[in-house]
């Protein structure tokens, strides 16, 4: 069913993320994927991995987040198009007080080869 892969995906996707393995975390969306991260708007994956990597440059090791819990709020089907969103509650230190809570949207569209990749990402502060 295709609800348990675009499931599975995400939860691949998640798992990258929590784990700090960077680049995996992008193949996970499609050359052409939009995403809206910190209020600004990335018209493609290369667009936003150039403002990744000069971020990253900025830091002697890239920081693997202390905690991300998520939660699906909702995932809609739409033929060959999915939209999950959800919420995050991540900490970035271990003894931080401080959980960043974010509520994101993932548009996936099915490809021929049959998997879900990541056309939009729009990631947005999420209200208490």
């Not at 393995?21 to 992008?26: G, L, Q, S």
């Not at 000069?54 to 819990?69: F, K």
């Not at 931080?96 to 569209?109: L, N």
Request: aromatic share 10%.
């Amino acid at each position: 069913m295709d609800s348990d892969v675009v499931i599975a995906t995400y939860e691949q996707l998640v798992s990258s993320f929590r784990e700090g393995r960077w680049d995996e975390k992008f193949t996970y969306f499609a050359p052409e994927a939009t995403i809206v991260d910190g209020g600004r708007f990335f018209g493609s994956l290369d667009e936003y991995r150039s403002a990744w990597n000069r971020w990253a440059s900025q830091h002697d090791e890239l920081p693997v987040p202390a905690s991300v819990e998520t939660t699906v709020v909702k995932l809609q089907l739409f033929g060959e198009v999915a939209v999950l969103t959800h919420a995050i509650d991540g900490r970035e230190e271990v003894d931080a007080d401080e959980i960043e809570r974010e509520i994101e949207t993932i548009v996936f569209a099915k490809e021929q080869d049959g998997r879900w990749r990541i056309v939009h990402q729009h990631i947005a502060p999420r209200a208490e």
